[in-house]
C-alpha cells in the first residue's frame, strides 16, 4: 500500500528539495512522484540542461537517500499546468512533425529524450534493481482524453509509446493514466478528484491513483481553489477501502512557476495548488496533518489490505457500506482490518457491525484497523489548523549598504526609497528586426524566447478619410477575428488600447493623423497552452482576417500589408536584470512623485529580511510585468481582480469540484511572489522590473511568510492518538484502545517556537480558530496547564481528560479542549521580556 506525494522539481529550488521531501515523509508519504519536464532539459534541440532546478539526478538522489521511492513520469508530454505541457519550442519546428500521435517525426524525437532520461537514471543507478529509488515510470499522460481526435494513428501511437518505453529494458513498470486501452504489460491508472470505482483495464494490474486532486490551480482573474482536508480524507480512504493500492497527491507541493515557465491559457505564477505544503514549502493545516493521521490509520491496516486479495462487502444502510480485509497476517495470526463508510451527503448514520454500534457522520469513512475499534474518521479532524501570518520584513541591523535605503511608513516596510528607471521604446528598437509581407503566426517568430512581439506597419491617411471619420463619428478600427493572449495597440507611439482573451475577437478604435502613421500591433503570450489534441498547431497572436474598418475606401486587409517584427524587448535583449548587465543600460532617477509609466524598467537594491522564514515581494502595487531578483527570472506578475461572485463557505459534504470551495474573490488572484532564500544575498539584491501598464515601485515590500498562529480543538470523545496503536497489547486486545485518552498536538514550523498561548479552554469552549471563547463549564487552570506544556517548545502534546486538567469541569458533558498559540522565531526571544 503505497501513498504518494507529488513534487515537480523545478518548481522549487535545490536548496528547498530536502526541506520538502522530508517533509513528504514526516506526513506519511512512501513515495514522491514527480514529472521530467523536456522543455527545461533540453531547451535548443540537442543541448541538454541538467543544473540548477532541472538536476533531476539530484533530486532523485535526495529522494532515494531519504528512503523513499520515487515515480517517474517522463512523459514526456506532461500538461501540468507548464508552458507548452513541457514540449521544447523546438520541437514545432522539426520537419514534418505532428505531436502526439503515429508520427515519425515525433516519435524519433520523444524516443530520444525517453530513452537519453532511462539511460541517465541507469547510469546513476536510480533504478530500484539498482539500489535506488525508482519504482515506477509514466510514458504519455491522459493521452486517452484526445486519443480519439487522432484516430486509428492515435491508437498506434499508444501502442508504439507503450513498446517503445518496454524496450528501454528500465526494469521497473510503466505507467500510463486514464489509459482504458494501455497494453497488457502497462498499468492503466486514474486521475481524478475520486478514484473509488476505478477498475485498470485487466485483472492482473493493480490499481493505482496517479493523480488524486487535492486543490486546484489558478487563471489570471481567478478565485483560489481549496479542497477541504474532510472531503480528501474521504476520497482516499474510499480508495483504499474498495481496494486500491498507490494513491498520489497531485499535488503535495505545488510550488512556484518561475520565469515562463507557467502555461496556459493564462495561469499564474503560484502553483501554490492548496497543496498540503504550500507554495514555500510551508505545512498547511489541517491539510498537512489530517493526512498525516489519514495515511498512519491506513498504515495500521496494511497487514489486512495486503492479506485479502478482495474485501468482503456488507451493506450496513442504504448510503452505508463495510468491506472487511481479513486473512493470515505475516507474522501468523488472523489479521482484520474494515473501512465504514457513509456517502449520505447530509446526514450522520448509526450503523451497526460485527454487533458493535458505529456512528458515521456524513461523506465520511472510519477506519478499524482491528475491525473494532475506530482509529480516525475522516470527517473528524484532530489535526492543528494553521494560519499563516505575512509579516513586514525586518532588514538585519548593519546589513544596509549605500546602496539600498529601505523606508517603514504605515507599518509596512517599503524595500527602498530609491528606484532607477528606464523606458522601454515602443515598438522596432533594434537591427535584428526584419520586414515581411504579411502577418506572421506569432509562436513562428519569436520561438517562444519573450513574451513578446512587435508588429509595425505604416498606413497612410488621406485628408478625405479624416474628413470621413469626422463625417461618420467614428474612428476608424482594428479588427482582428481571433487572437491570444493580450494585445496592444498603437498608433504613432501611442498606446490605443489593449485586448486581453483566449481566442477572442478584437476590436480596437485607433485615431489616425492625415499622412503616415505608425501603426504598432503587439502580441504576447502569458503561458502557452498545455492541454489539448494538435498542440503544434494551436499557436499564438492572431488568427482569421485582419482589418481595419471604417475608411472611405472600404476596410484595409492587413494581412496583405507589409510588416516590420521585432521579437522581444530591448531590455530583455540587453539582458538589463542581471546582476553582469543591468549598468550597461542607461537608468535615471525615479522621483517618488513621478506619475505611472507604461513599458518602464525599475530597479533597485534591498536588503534580505531576517530570519529563516520564506520571503516574498508583494507587488500588488505594480501592474502587469515580470521581476527578476539578483537575475533570477521570479515570474509573470499582474495584480489583476477576481471575479467577483462565487466564493462561497464551504461545505465538506458532497462531491468537490474546483468551483465548489473558492476564495479571494474581488481582489488580485496574486500579490505576493516567492523570492528562495538561496537566490538571496544579505544585502544589495537587485530588483529588476518590467512594467507594461503602469505602477508604483515605491510601494513594493519585501515579507515573510509564516504559520504564526496554530489553533487546536479535539474533543474526549475524540480517537486516541494513532502513535499508540502500534502497542502490541493494543492490536492483540489484551488492552482495549479505547482506554486511552486522545491527544493534543500543537508544532510550529522547524526554527519556530510556540511564544504564547492566547486561548486554552478545557470544557465546552465555543467558536472557531482565532474566535474561541469560553462556554458554560471551563476548567480553571486551563491557560497555565496548557502553557506550561507549550511556551517556549516548538511542539507540544496535551491529553484531553479530566487527568490532565486535574479535575472534571462539568460531570457528564462530553468536554473539548480548545487551543489558540502563536508560534515565533526561536532566536527571537523578545516574547519572553528578555
Ligand atoms: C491533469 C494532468 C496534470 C495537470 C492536472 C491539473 O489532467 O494530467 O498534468 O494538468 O490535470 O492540474
Not at 532539459?41 to 535526495?62: A, S, T
Not at 519569436?446 to 509595425?456: A, E, G, N, V
Not at 537594491?605 to 531578483?629: C, H, I, N, R
Amino acid at each position: 500500500m503505497l501513498v504518494s506525494a507529488g513534487i515537480h522539481y523545478p518548481r522549487a529550488t535545490p536548496e528547498m528539495w530536502p526541506d520538502l521531501i522530508a517533509k513528504s515523509k514526516e506526513g506519511g508519504a512512501d513515495v514522491i512522484q514527480t514529472y521530467v519536464f523536456w522543455s527545461g532539459h533540453e531547451p535548443v534541440k540537442g543541448q541538454y540542461n541538467f543544473e540548477g532546478r532541472y538536476d533531476l539526478v539530484k533530486f532523485v538522489k535526495i529522494v532515494g537517500s531519504s528512503g523513499l521511492y520515487l515515480h517517474l513520469r517522463i512523459g514526456p508530454y506532461v500538461c501540468a499546468e507548464w508552458n507548452f505541457g513541457g514540449f521544447p519550442l523546438w520541437l514545432r519546428d522539426v520537419p514534418g512533425v505532428e505531436f502526439r500521435t503515429d508520427n515519425e517525426p515525433f516519435k524519433k524525437e520523444m524516443q530520444t529524450f525517453v530513452t537519453k532520461i532511462v539511460d541517465l537514471m541507469r547510469e546513476a543507478k536510480l533504478f530500484c534493481w539498482q539500489g535506488g529509488p525508482i519504482i515506477m515510470l509514466q510514458i504519455e499522460n491522459e493521452y486517452g482524453d484526445v486519443e480519439k481526435s487522432y484516430g486509428q494513428k492515435g491508437k498506434d501511437y499508444v501502442k508504439w509509446a507503450a513498446n517503445m518505453a518496454l524496450g528501454l529494458g528500465a526494469g521497473v513498470p510503466w505507467v500510463m493514466c486514464k489509459q482504458t486501452d494501455a497494453p497488457e504489460n502497462i498499468i492503466d491508472a486514474c486521475n481524478g478528484y475520486y478514484c473509488d470505482g476505478f477498475k485498470p483495464n485487466s485483472k492482473t494490474k493493480p490499481v493505482l491513483w496517479t493523480e488524486n486532486w487535492d486543490g486546484w490551480y489558478t487563471r489570471w482573474g481567478g478565485s483560489l481553489p481549496h479542497r477541504p482536508a474532510e472531503d480528501l480524507a474521504f476520497a482516499v480512504a474510499r480508495f483504499y477501502q474498495r481496494g486500491g493500492s498507490f494513491q498520489n497527491y497531485y499535488m503535495y507541493f505545488g510550488g512556484t512557476n518561475f520565469g515562463r515557465t507557467s502555461g496556459g491559457p493564462f495561469y499564474i505564477t503560484s502553483y501554490d495548488y492548496d497543496a498540503p505544503l504550500d507554495e514555500y514549502g510551508l505545512k498547511s493545516e489541517p491539510k498537512w496533518g489530517h493526512r498525516k493521521d489519514l495515511h498512519a490509520a491506513i498504515k495500521l491496516c496494511e497487514p489486512a489490505l495486503v492479506a485479502a486479495d478482495a474485501p468482503q462487502y456488507s451493506k450496513l444502510g442504504s448510503n452505508q457500506e463495510a468491506h472487511i480485509y481479513h486473512g493470515d497476517g505475516e507474522a501468523g495470526g488472523k489479521v482484520c482490518a474494515a473501512f465504514l463508510a457513509n456517502i449520505d451527503e447530509h446526514k450522520s448514520a448509526s450503523v451497526k457491525f460485527n454487533g458493535q454500534s458505529y456512528t458515521l457522520p456524513p461523506w465520511s469513512v472510519s477506519i478499524l484497523p482491528d475491525c473494532r475499534h475506530v482509529a480516525f474518521n475522516s470527517a473528524k479532524v484532530g489535526a492543528q489548523t494553521s494560519v499563516k501570518t505575512v509579516e513586514s520584513a525586518r532588514s538585519p541591523l548593519g546589513s544596509m549598504s549605500i546602496l539600498q535605503k529601505s523606508v517603514r511608513q504605515d507599518n509596512v516596510s517599503y524595500i527602498s526609497k530609491s528606484w532607477m528607471a528606464l523606458q522601454e521604446p515602443i515598438g522596432i528598437w533594434g537591427e535584428n528586426n526584419f520586414t515581411s509581407q504579411g502577418l506572421l503566426e506569432h509562436l513562428n517568430v519569436t520561438k517562444d524566447s519573450s513574451d513578446y512581439l512587435w508588429h509595425r506597419t505604416r498606413i497612410n491617411v488621406s485628408e478625405d478619410d479624416i474628413t470621413f471619420f469626422k463625417k461618420n463619428g467614428a474612428n476608424p478600427t482594428v479588427s482582428i477575428d481571433s487572437m491570444r493572449d493580450l494585445l496592444r495597440v498603437f498608433v504613432n507611439n501611442q498606446l490605443s488600447g489593449s485586448v486581453v482573451g483566449h481566442w477572442v475577437k478584437a476590436v480596437q478604435p485607433v485615431q489616425f493623423v492625415q499622412g503616415n502613421n505608425d501603426l504598432l500591433l503587439l502580441t504576447q503570450t502569458v503561458g502557452l497552452q498545455n492541454y489539448g489534441a494538435f498542440l503544434e498547431k494551436d499557436g499564438a497572436g492572431f488568427r482569421g482576417k485582419a482589418r481595419l474598418t471604417g475608411f472611405k475606401n472600404g476596410d484595409i486587409d492587413l494581412s496583405k500589408l507589409s510588416w516590420t517584427y521585432q521579437v522581444g524587448l530591448k531590455g530583455e535583449a540587453e539582458k538589463i536584470y542581471t546582476v553582469e548587465h543591468n549598468e550597461r543600460a542607461v537608468w535615471s532617477a525615479l522621483e517618488s512623485n513621478a506619475s505611472t509609466s507604461i513599458f518602464t524598467w525599475y530597479k533597485t537594491y534591498f536588503g534580505t529580511p531576517e530570519g529563516t522564514d520564506p520571503v516574498v515581494l508583494d507587488l500588488e502595487s505594480m501592474g502587469k510585468g515580470q521581476a527578476w531578483v539578483n537575475g533570477h527570472h521570479i515570474g509573470r506578475y499582474w495584480s489583476i481582480i477576481s471575479q467577483k461572485d462565487g466564493c462561497k463557505p464551504c461545505d465538506y459534504r458532497g462531491a468537490y469540484n474546483s468551483d465548489k470551495c473558492t476564495t479571494n474573490c474581488g481582489k488580485p488572484t496574486q500579490t505576493r511572489y516567492h523570492v528562495p532564500r538561496s537566490w538571496l544575498k544579505p544585502s544589495d539584491n537587485l530588483l529588476v522590473l518590467f512594467e507594461e501598464t503602469g505602477g508604483n515601485p515605491f510601494k513594493i515590500s519585501a515579507k515573510t511568510v509564516t504559520a504564526g498562529i496554530l489553533c487546536g480543538q479535539v474533543s474526549e470523545s475524540h480517537y486516541p492518538p494513532l502513535r499508540k496503536w502500534s502497542k502490541p497489547e493494543f492490536m492483540n486486545g489484551t488492552m482495549s484502545i479505547n482506554s486511552v485518552a486522545p491527544e493534543m498536538h500543537l508544532h510550529c514550523e522547524d526554527g519556530h517556537v510556540i511564544s504564547s498561548i492566547e486561548f486554552a479552554s478545557y470544557g465546552t469552549p465555543r467558536g472557531s480558530c482565532e474566535r474561541f471563547s469560553t462556554g458554560k463549564c471551563h476548567a480553571s487552570k486551563s491557560l497555565s496547564i496548557v502553557s506550561e506544556a507549550c511556551q517556549g517548545r516548538n511542539s507540544c502534546f496535551i491529553e484531553v481528560s479530566n487527568t490532565a486538567f486535574r479535575s472534571d469541569p462539568c460531570r457528564g458533558t462530553s468536554k473539548t479542549l480548545a487551543v489558540m498559540a502563536r508560534c515565533s522565531p526561536s532566536q527571537d526571544t523578545s516574547y519572553l521580556g528578555f
